[in-house]
């Protein structure tokens, strides 16, 4: 995501931390489980469990530190304007997150950026792996091009990848 939280959203964050902090992961993972898939996989336990496991891998540092990251994110939409290398944003049409409008509009403002909109929700590298698998795949042929094109203009080589606007800094 590149734009900062609102001041709103900080609020929430910043309360979240305090909450982990007294209780442990349980809250945070109770508050972002039923907005990360589609309605198609609501109900898939093997998801469900590898996320929740990812969760407890973090602990309750790592969950803070995220959210933190999150709440403290400056807006970086100057940056996407300039960026100089191919980009993709990868977005779930079910995302329950991350709008699909602000995810078109963070693609729009990237010079050699491409969408693509997958069905899935807000975990397109988990329910739609193969998908999100091609759409990388395509990035990198489209920086291979882009680097050809650039022999012998500069020296140094650049590559970019941005995967889906996400509030989890994907």
Known sequence: QANADTPETQTARRSMIEKVRREGI??????????LF???NQNNSDMK???IDGAQNAGVAGICWALEAMKLRPDRTSVLRTLPVPAAV???AEDKIVPAERARQM???IPDS???ELACGHV???EAPNDVANALLDLLQ??????QSKVGKRSTKESGIIIAPSEFGL
């Open 26 to 35: 349980n809250p945070a993972i109770e508050a972002v489980l039923p907005k």
């Open 38 to 40: 589609s309605d198609a």
């Open 49 to 51: 469990q590898y996320l």
């Open 90 to 92: 990868i977005h779930g």
């Open 107 to 109: 693609s729009e403002l």
């Open 114 to 116: 491409k969408y693509f």
């Open 124 to 126: 397109s590298p988990v």
């Open 142 to 147: 489209r920086c291979a091009i882009s680097e």
